[in-house]
């Protein structure tokens, strides 16, 4: 490999390691003192049988209208900014958000399941139906409110109101009452609330784990140019998802370009 390659794989890590590292730090230094609490939607997303095509992304709008009038913030518990696994997203959410709604209607295996999580973490959490559904026999000691499946106007007006009342006031008791308890005390004091334990580690260990990740990438696209000596960047674009790899490589491309002007080659083709 020539001294220019070398060099260019060199630049490119610090590129990367300044972008991953300025990122975080802007992370980091986010004030949380103006954010809002998070209120996590657990809800059917898929079109159900029975119901109209659309129906759920007018219940979840719907929601989302009563949510924005308190202090919390609406989002799907499936939704996150971060880049990740769903599944880890999802539970993640749903032990964190600092209240749930949780729509019943249907009664929606995954739906159902992620409600007992939610239970099981004995955190805040408001149940919601149509008059199309029944009570399910394990939820029945939690009120349920409920909403016309017509999605009426003047009825979901006031089950908005209504829904909107309760957010505030089941914050309210979770943060004020010390035995506050929405699902397990209905089973006695031998239960205890499941929780999620995340593993913390330092800044230097987390910068190592960083740059052996950014070494591991580095070595990849290496292979990558070496076995394709006539590869386009456009393609390497596509092959990259990682978005430190792609401001990276768009730093690359740059130098590419002006290395291959230099020389009087193609500047779309990575040599």
Avoid at 51 to 69: F, T
Avoid at 103 to 126: C, H, Q, Y
Wanted: hydrophobic content about 35%.
């Amino acid at each position: 490999m020539s001294i220019v390659y070398k060099n260019l794989f060199y630049i490119c890590n610090i590129i990367k390691f300044n972008i991953m590292v300025a990122t975080k730090i802007k992370e980091a230094g986010q004030t949380r003192v103006n954010e809002k609490k998070k209120c996590g939607i657990i809800m059917p997303i898929a079109e159900t049988l029975g119901y109209a095509q659309g129906h759920w992304k007018d219940v979840y709008k719907i929601l989302s209208e009563a949510i924005d009038k308190t202090e919390f913030a609406s989002q799907l518990v499936s939704d996150d900014d971060a880049i990740g696994l769903i599944h880890d997203r999802i539970v993640t959410n749903i032990y964190n958000n600092d209240i749930v709604i949780c729509d019943v209607s249907s009664k929606n295996p995954n739906v159902m399941f992620e409600l007992g999580m939610r239970l099981a973490f004995d955190k805040p959490t408001i149940i919601i139906k149509d008059e199309k559904t029944d009570y399910s026999f394990d939820t029945g000691v939690i009120e349920h409110l409920q909403y016309p499946s017509s999605l009426r106007f003047h009825d979901i007006k006031e089950f908005q109101t209504t829904l909107t009342e309760r957010l505030k006031a089941t914050y309210e008791r979770s943060q004020t009452e010390s035995d506050y308890s929405p699902f397990l005390k209905s089973f006695g004091r031998t239960l205890k609330a499941s929780s999620i334990k995340p593993n913390e580690i330092t800044e230097g260990n987390y910068i190592l784990d960083e740059l052996a990740k950014i070494n591991r990438e580095l070595l990849a696209l290496r292979k990558l140019y070496t076995a394709s000596p006539n590869l386009h960047y456009d393609d390497i674009i596509k092959i990259s998802s990682d978005k430190y790899d792609r401001q990276c490589l768009d730093e690359v491309n740059k130098i590419f370009k002006f290395i291959q002007l230099s020389n009087g080659k193609d500047s779309e083709t990575v040599k």
